[in-house]
């Protein structure tokens, strides 16, 4: 792959000793995209930018709690974007060309610590500025674990902005997005996306599960790979798991992605990986619960289907290994479904088309008994989870556009 061989090329820099002077002559030429962090772990993390030139890859790194800054240096590699689209139509088309992504690699980093970061700009523009955590230990150490929702984004349509300044400024440890992440249905480019989604891309380390919408051309075009594989394969360092279907872990919880658009049933690889990453996390010192994040439902009553023969299979594994919270997308609204010990909500309120969240309760009576809350709302989610001795607080929020909140719930986990 591609990607895959210009990753491999990427510099690995650790330390964080060298003071970055500001008159230095290492700045960046002009971002296209970004930046953004993924592979956030317990000592590392890697951020990422996107531009149209090769030049100087480096940022200054300093402890979000204050502190002096420091220099890391990394390196950009050549990749290849195929087609284009939005050409003569759009103010901010997506055109094909050379582009270097640029990786820097933060390492031996403090676990349950945050930090901000610059990524120093030429010609006079500002500084690309951003914040990451790094994973806590399971212990929590007294201090909550803080992770942010949002589903089917899309800036375009013009909540999306309203969404995002209600919730980010409450500072998440890192964000989860279930699928449907740009859409080229309502003209939407990928360049104008990472311009508007700078806000939540620069407020944690990203971790994204594959909508529909993630290849949306038709006639087998190379959208997938020219932007969602290019710019954010492996979010996670763990090495379980594929790009496209992964794990990663921070205060003793773990977190599994579902790719909906390839099988997951009952004997598929993906539902075998799950099945036993699921029994080897749950067996890890500290494990607390799983959380599982997906696009396509298992549970809405709305106007898209539940897959219910999959989810016959998923109970089993989910009850067995303390899956407790179940988050997916792709119906453009907001449910809560509470069946036995699992939470399952349709988090999809992130700036697509509001749709008809009660339109198929006829189709499925028993779970329609099943939902707590059904709302046609723009919103994201921020979620707490707290130590109680041995057990585990789980505290949600749907938050709307308006900074409301749709939703509170607490749940207390043995």
């Known amino acids: 792959m591609r990607l895959a061989l210009a990753l491999a090329l990427a510099l690995a820099v650790a330390g964080c000793s060298t003071p970055l002077p500001d008159d230095g002559p290492c700045r960046s030429p002009p971002l296209n995209k970004g930046p953004w962090v993924m592979r956030a772990d317990d000592t590392s993390a890697a951020v990422f930018w996107e531009t149209r030139d090769p030049g100087c890859v480096a940022l200054g790194l300093t402890l979000e709690a204050g502190g002096s800054e420091s220099l890391l240096t990394g390196a950009s590699v050549a990749t290849t974007v195929e087609s284009s689209y939005g050409v003569n139509q759009v103010m901010m088309p997506d055109i094909a060309g050379t582009y270097y992504l640029a990786r820097v690699d933060a390492t031996k980093l403090s676990p349950g610590t945050c930090y901000t970061y610059r990524v120093r700009a030429t010609d006079g523009a500002p500084d690309a500025r951003g914040r990451f955590c790094t994973a ?124 909906t658009e390839e099988p997951y049933d009952s004997g598929s690889p993906q539902y075998l990986w799950l099945s036993e990453s699921l029994k080897e996390v749950a067996q890890k010192p500290g494990y607390r619960l799983s959380v599982i994040y997906m696009h396509r439902n298992l549970y ?55 749709t008809e969240v009660t339109k198929n309760a006829p189709l499925y009576p028993e779970d329609a008994k099943l939902r707590v809350v059904g709302l046609p709302a723009y919103h994201a989610m921020l979620f707490d989870v707290r130590p109680l001795g041995t057990a585990t607080e789980l505290h949600g929020r749907a938050i709307d556009e308006s900074g409301a909140t749709l939703d509170d719930f607490t749940h207390t986990i043995p």
């Open 136 to 259: 806590r230990p399971p212990s929590l150490e007294g201090q909550p674990l803080r992770f942010f929702v949002i589903g089917d984004t899309n800036p375009r349509i013009g909540h999306t902005a309203d969404v995002l300044k209600h919730t980010l400024p409450e500072k998440p440890d890192f964000l989860l997005h279930t699928g449907d992440i740009q859409y080229y249905s309502s003209t939407e480019t990928w360049s104008y996306w990472f311009g508007a989604m700078a806000p939540m891309l620069r407020a944690g380390a990203f971790f994204p599960a594959i909508g529909n919408h993630e290849d949306e051309k038709e006639g087998g075009g190379t959208e997938f790979a020219d932007y969602y594989d290019r710019l954010f394969h492996q979010p996670s360092l763990d090495g379980d798991g594929t790009p496209k279907w992964y794990r990663f872990t921070s205060g003793g919880v773990w977190f599994h992605t579902i790719d």
């Open 300 to 354: 809405t009553i709305g106007d898209a289907h539940p897959n219910v023969e999959v989810r016959k299979s998923l109970a089993p594994l989910f009850a067995a290994y303390k899956v407790r919270l179940v988050l997916s997308g792709h119906m453009h609204g907001y449910e809560r479904f509470e069946v036995g010990s699992i939470t399952y909500i349709t988090t999809a309120g992130g700036g697509g088309i509001i």
